[in-house]
């Protein structure tokens, strides 16, 4: 570059790093777009008048779809999951702050599932839960317990099944975070709060938790989002209900209106609020440790 002249390299690499943004972004803001359409719209430009029609509609529910249960479905099982990832990520992240025996091959099971399809993940959990509903029917068809027996539906659900298919996928990232942030964690505040007579929980509660919070926000990030859009391992794990994005593949080979493109439009804003606060509350406490 000469004279404050860009190069021809640099115009080659802007070209590609729009077409990719349009490539990424482009299909999300064309769903967002067709959203909007009239009552008399359809599934493809050119647009047929403005409205918000279709999100009327999508209230009212499409068909035989309860959209207004599987978005609290999905809101239940992704709260559980952040929950639950920030808490086992957080905890490993300090086990193997020490070495431990066996803690290699540990790390590696664990990592694991991030190379193994998702599909057979889910169909092994859909399978172990399936062959436990067997085991316990056959017990309690021994024991007598027939009211019992004639009761009991399925160990598949929402918060058994799926929840351990959605933290096989999230667990992983969330454990890597946490190795990254305590790999570069100076250990040195916490051995000052120790020789000012912090107990372990003490140090840990008011000096490791504040600078490693803006890592942990995230971990609860990637854990909502990671399973809010989860499909795959949800699909053979998931049990006699649906979450929202089970329900929006179902509905893309029945549904021929915009409702469609609506209802992909909440799912995108749900993912994008989630994004937006956790960026928001990073931020906040990245300020107060500065300060």
Request: proline share 3%; no cysteine.
């Amino acid at each position: 570059m000469k004279d404050g002249k860009r190069g021809a390299g640099f115009l080659l690499l802007a070209i590609f790093f729009a077409a990719y943004v349009l490539f990424l972004y482009g299909p999300m803001l064309v769903i967002v777009v067709l959203s909007f359409q009239g009552p008399e719209g359809g599934l493809t430009f050119p647009m047929r008048g403005w409205s918000t029609h279709w999100f009327h509609q999508l209230a009212e529910g499409l068909g035989t779809v309860d959209i207004s249960a599987a978005l609290l479905r999905s809101l239940g099982v992704g709260a559980a999951v952040m929950a639950l990832t920030v808490l086992l990520s957080v905890l490993a992240g300090l086990a193997f702050r020490k070495k431990l025996r066996g803690g290699s091959v540990l790390f590696f099971i664990v990592v694991a599932s991030l190379i193994m399809p998702s599909i057979i993940v889910s169909l092994g959990i859909g399978l172990e839960f399936r062959l436990l509903d067997g085991a316990v029917k056959k017990l309690l068809e021994q024991w007598g317990w027939q009211e019992t027996l004639d009761n009991y539906g399925s160990a598949l659900g929402l918060y058994t099944s799926v929840l351990g298919a959605h933290l096989s996928w999230t667990l992983p990232f969330g454990l890597l975070i946490m190795f990254a942030v305590f790999n570069r964690f100076n250990r040195s505040y916490e051995e000052a709060a120790r020789d000012l007579g912090a107990t372990p929980w003490q140090s840990f509660r008011h000096v490791v938790l504040p600078l490693i919070a803006p890592s942990v926000v995230g971990i609860g990030m990637f854990g909502f989002t990671l399973s809010w859009d989860e499909i795959a391992r949800s699909s053979q794990a998931i049990g006699d209900v649906n979450t929202l994005p089970l329900e929006l593949q179902g509905l893309t080979t029945t549904v021929t209106t915009p409702a469609i493109y609506a209802l992909g439009t909440l799912i995108l804003l749900v993912s994008f609020v989630v994004m937006g606060l956790a960026v928001g509350l990073s931020a906040l406490l990245n300020r107060r440790r500065r300060a």
